[in-house]
């Protein structure tokens, strides 16, 4: 599956607004879309600050472990941060109205989409 299908998939998700692929190493959004008012470049761009931030960290405790996703609780909304266990350096950014959406079910959506990165 590609990148734009990826988000795809991610949108049909209930609540969804944005979902994105994106290079955390350095920012830059590989694809991405959605009908929330959120600028995705400069969302791709500061929340993989909160990936790089937090896999330092767990470098500078000697944890050998991975992170399965993050999650940003806002007033209004969740914000899905996966990493790509299959291709270092991507991970999958989603975006969901707090009020419609179901976090275990986004989370899930965020899994099998993995799954299917090539």
Do not use: W
């Amino acid at each position: 599956m590609n990148y734009n299908e990826c988000v795809t998939e991610l949108l049909k998700t209930d609540g969804a607004l944005a979902a994105a692929v994106v290079d955390y190493s350095s920012g830059m959004l590989l694809a991405g879309g959605g009908t929330s008012s959120v600028d995705l470049e400069i969302a791709a761009a500061g929340n993989t600050e909160v990936v790089r931030a937090k896999m330092k960290t767990m470098g500078m405790l000697g944890l050998n472990d991975i992170i399965d996703d993050i999650l940003i609780t806002l007033g209004e909304q969740y914000h899905l941060l996966r990493p790509v266990s299959k291709q270092e350096g991507l991970c999958l950014y989603f975006v969901l109205d707090k009020s419609k959406s179901n976090l275990a079910l986004a989370r899930r959506a965020l899994v099998e989409v993995e799954k299917l990165i090539k």
